[in-house]
């Protein structure tokens, strides 16, 4: 399995072989990239093109390949457990890819982190049609896109990829299943979790069962604030204002309980909208967002010599599509520091406002 294999390996072999001696010849780019003590994503210069490397690679296409591999699940595990921006996760892919098209593995799981972690589905789903159109036996690979079209709420295009997997493996019954699922157009959240329940407890892979978890707490956590929200409302009905906080429905009666938040933390009622999150979950949108503007905000200063009046201004210049609110917080541009900071309303931090994230990543 790829992921035992040492990262020794394929330099001892690229220098066993020449690859990495001469001063004309190919260096392995992450041997290189060590030695100059650059981080990954400095790292990634020295990969332009996938193409480009394995012409260079002299035959060892794959050698290489099983390098950029463990490279690029240490890039995934440092940005989950740090900043989760994942910038460069598509690149790395496409890379990786076209070292060795034949990487099955590689085309899913990197599928599965630029869909749900970069939130880039185009960029995912891309990768995905890539992988088919080079392992036109694999079933997994339409399935994968199949799976990510239906929890996109678009079933037809799931429909037609589950059935191309299940035309290349018609006596597995989970795809059987989730190709009825999507004809009969279920969707909702009880078919999203039916087919994640499937997932974790069919997966070997301990990354698809990690990500499985964490939907699946997810989707609890949807279904308590959609109840939570209904209730809110039913108290404005009697009351004209919104509660408090959860417990004020119980105390009125309209709850018997409040749910429990799954991820640890506890569910929030926004005191104009009403709008209900869960804490743990609003906190991760709020830094993510806050680390994105940074990674723009320092992009437009290196462009033009200066900090961008106001955020707007990184729409205008193309880096962002909008300014995220996420439960009202605003970001605002803190001029002495050169930094992004969510404020909540009445200029208060929104790290003032929210609970801290307790829970390490995942």
Not at 117 to 139: M, Q, T, V, Y
Not at 174 to 181: E, G, I, K, L
Not at 320 to 327: C, G, K
Request: glycine residues 8%; neutral net charge.
């Amino acid at each position: 399995m790829r992921l035992s294999r040492r990262s020794e390996l394929p330099l001892a072999i690229l220098a066993a072989t020449g690859l990495l001696v001469g001063e004309n010849a190919f260096v392995a780019p992450a041997a290189a990239a060590r030695r100059t003590g650059t981080t990954f994503e400095q790292e990634l210069a020295f990969y332009p093109s996938g193409r480009m490397l394995r012409q260079a690679a002299c035959g060892f296409q794959s050698v290489l390949a099983d390098l950029l591999w463990l490279r690029a699940i240490q890039y995934y595990g440092e940005h989950r457990k740090t900043d989760l921006v994942f910038e460069k996760a598509a690149h790395v892919f496409r890379v990786l890819t076209d070292l060795d098209p034949g990487f099955v593995e590689a085309y899913r799981f990197g599928a599965l982190v630029v869909v749900e972690d970069a939130r880039d589905p185009a960029s995912g789903f891309e990768i995905l049609r890539k992988g088919i159109r080079e392992n036109p036996g694999s079933w997994e690979l339409p399935f994968d896109l199949g799976f990510h079209h239906f929890q996109r709420g678009e079933y037809g295009r799931a429909a037609s990829y589950f059935r191309r997997a299940y035309s290349l493996h018609p006596e597995n019954e989970q795809v059987a299943r989730f190709a009825a699922h999507a004809e009969k157009r279920r969707g909702g959240l009880d078919s999203s979790e039916e087919m994640w329940k499937e997932i974790l407890q069919t997966t070997e892979n301990e990354r698809y069962r990690e990500a499985a978890e964490f939907a699946l707490l997810g989707i609890q956590a949807a279904r308590d604030t959609t109840a939570i929200a209904r209730a809110a409302r039913a108290y404005r009905d009697r009351f004209v204002v919104l509660p408090s906080d959860p417990d004020a429905l119980v105390r009125a009666g309209i709850l018997a309980s409040v749910p429990a938040e799954p991820y640890g933390e506890r569910y929030v009622i926004h005191p104009l909208t009403g709008e209900v999150r869960s804490s743990y979950l609003l906190a991760r949108e709020i830094r993510r967002d806050q680390h994105v503007l940074q990674i723009r905000l320092d992009a437009f200063r290196s462009e033009h010599g200066r900090l961008p009046a106001n955020l707007g201004e990184l729409v205008d210049a193309g880096l962002i599509e909008a300014v995220p609110s996420p439960w009202g917080v605003r970001y605002e541009i803190d001029e002495t520091a050169g930094t992004v900071r969510p404020m909540m309303g009445g200029g208060r931090s929104a790290g003032q406002s929210t609970p801290s994230e307790r829970r390490s990543e995942s």
